[in-house]
């Protein structure tokens, strides 16, 4: 348990305390769901070890399972298991993950991305005459779901560095569903606003009173049918859910689904292949910061946006009493146009499409990164384009992706040293809106291009049998580039915004000196190659001017990221861990 001088240490550090500079010597669309409350959050510290998610319940699983010696895979398999449960709009067994593992020596980057169905074309989301189908057609009902991937990737990640026995992972999801839950008040707010989860009969009859009302908050909501597929899983592996009944079962869900069947076979789920990659890792002033490599777009685009910042003066420009002044939303808005201009034509599943040039290296040139940099001046770009790497030999056309923002994200450091950052997904809110043994079944096929082709050529995210669709998740880990000491692991959901969410803690912990809560709770920014958008409510009207004046066409509407981190810090020579949540959602941090 945490105890008091952990929590009055969490509350010091949440202030203006001048130790949160130790890291940096030591060591940081669619409309968004809906929000809750913004509720203000000191941070957690913690000795040993340390979880930090998105509902307390699984925060609690994960928290469980390091008390009792497991490592930082473990106890990430119990957290999304319970997230599975208690947070069904947002990831689960149904959906695809990536994770950052460090095992103390080594960096891995696991992928649990969705595959597109053998049969699935480049037309998959096209009408007749070539033009993009409706967003409602390609996301709602079985055409968009993907081979689910995160169960995979678990049991690969926990066979290589589990601890305790796979099964007793299961346990605290297996008596929650059915002892039951209380429903918060985010799982209320996204039944009350989402019209599609109640027309599949089976969501409907649970989520959903004989009213047709969503259950309300603090009802105790049961879930044996998920109970019942957790306890099969638990007892004969993943196998279990990818080529028995399970499989059968959510094949046959989607394929008669009844006005937008999809082509999801059960030998497309039996034939799912969880992959371990290389890294992206890059230096970024005195530290290495390692993301998550294609078909993940975000650990390239935040090492490029990181690049293109570290040819300028940020320390300078340091928010002041938690506000963030024009000109750094000015550079970090110009150097997310850049780096988003390269995401939205090159950036896809590098098994099917090349990277330009000699690929990440390529992309991640400094002398490439430079002469992006230089392209900021005094007025904003408005849109800027893709640039082109040393070495570059291939067109590709321009994508069109939907990509939404319901996702999770968990973080977790052990007591061996090990550490983990894993975003989690079911893709829009409540995936497909299809629910099948317990569990909602992603809508992930969404995330490729839905133009297949333009006069550029051919658009690099397009969708492809076997091909796993580009993502923007950005798992993020660092570390201390001279003692090679892991400090911080963050990432974020939110859609295309992660990239800039994530970058945004990184520079405010590694540029501003902030704790990984203070920078988690700093107003969200940044563009997507689009209008410079800006957390609604948290910029003054004279930012808002200045920007304006700069020649930015602003968008401020509710940013709700759910970032979760935790940072390594060094308080009068003992290290603590620190954990943060976002203020946005229901996230906490727990560790002994």
């Given at each position: 348990?945490?105890k008091l001088k952990m929590l009055a240490l969490a509350a010091l550090l949440a202030g203006a305390?001048?130790?949160?500079h130790v890291l940096a010597q030591d060591a940081a669309q669619a409309a968004p769901e809906v ?406 079944l992603n809508n992930q096929l969404t995330d490729f291009s839905f133009d297949s082709r333009d ?138």
């Open positions: 348990m945490v305390f001048a130790p949160v929000g809750i409350n913004y509720t203000d959050k000191a941070g957690w510290a913690s000795k040993k070890f340390m979880v930090s998610a998105a509902n307390p319940l699984a925060v609690e699983a994960g928290y469980t399972i390091l008390r009792q010696g497991g490592s930082a895979i473990d106890a990430a398999i119990a957290t999304q298991l319970v997230l599975t449960l208690v947070e069904p709009q947002s990831s689960g067994i149904g959906g695809g993950a990536f994770l950052v593992h460090y095992d103390g020596k080594d960096v891995q980057a696991f992928d649990g991305r969705e595959t597109a169905p053998a049969k699935a074309t480049e037309t998959l989301f096209q009408k007749a005459d070539g033009s993009p189908v409706s967003r409602l057609d390609g996301v709602v009902g079985g055409r968009s779901v993907g081979a689910p991937g995160v169960l995979r990737m678990l049991e690969m990640a926990h066979k290589e560095h589990g601890k305790l026995p796979w099964k007793a992972l299961f346990a605290p999801a297996i008596a929650l569903s059915e002892r039951g839950f209380p429903v918060s008040e985010r799982l209320n707010g996204m039944l009350q606003w989402d019209k599609h989860i109640r027309k599949d009969p089976v969501a409907a009859a649970y989520f959903y009173d004989k009213a047709a009302k969503p259950w309300p908050v603090g009802h105790l909501l049961k879930n044996p049918e998920l109970a019942d597929t957790l306890r099969a899983i638990a007892a004969g592996g993943a196998d279990a859910f990818y080529k028995g009944y399970i499989a059968r079962d959510i094949a046959a869900k989607v394929a008669a689904h009844p006005t937008n069947p999809g082509l999801l076979s059960a030998a497309d789920i039996a034939g799912y292949q969880a992959k371990v990659r290389k890294p992206v890792c890059n230096d970024y002033r005195a530290f290495t910061v390692c993301g998550m490599p294609p078909p993940s777009s975000g650990g390239i685009a935040v090492a490029q946006m990181l690049g293109i910042l570290e040819t300028k003066d940020m320390r300078a420009l340091a928010p002041v009493d938690g506000k963030v002044g024009a000109d750094a939303v000015h550079l970090f808005s110009e150097a997310g146009r850049l780096a988003y201009a390269d995401r939205n034509r090159y950036a896809a599943d590098t098994d099917f499409i090349p990277l330009p040039g000699r690929g990440i290296p390529s992309l991640l040139d400094k002398t490439y990164l430079a002469k992006r940099a230089a392209l900021i001046g005094e007025k904003s770009m408005g849109v800027a384009t893709a640039g082109t790497p040393p070495g570059m030999d291939v067109a590709w056309g321009l994508d069109n992706a939907i990509e939404t923002p319901s996702t999770s994200h968990l973080v977790v450091m052990d007591g061996s040293g090990a550490g983990l950052s894993m975003t989690t997904t079911v893709e829009d809110a409540f995936g497909s809106r299809q629910m099948v043994r317990g569990f909602i006069a550029n050529g051919p658009v690099a995210n397009r969708v492809e049998p076997g091909k796993r669709p580009r993502s923007a998740m950005s798992p993020t880990i660092v570390f201390d580039k001279k003692t090679k000491k892991l400090v911080l692991a963050v990432g974020s959901p939110g859609g295309p915004a992660i990239i800039n969410y994530v970058a945004k803690v990184l520079v405010g912990t590694l540029d501003w000196g902030l704790n990984v809560q203070q920078a988690i709770s700093l107003p969200n920014f940044g563009s997507r190659n689009g209008p410079t958008e800006l957390e609604a409510g948290r910029f003054s009207p004279a930012v808002h001017e200045a920007l304006k004046a700069r020649g930015h066409q602003l968008r401020s509407y509710d940013m709700n990221s759910g970032l979760h981190g935790i940072q390594r810090l060094t308080i009068h020579g003992q290290q603590y861990w620190f954990g943060g949540a976002d203020p946005r959602r229901e996230g906490v941090a727990k560790g002994d």
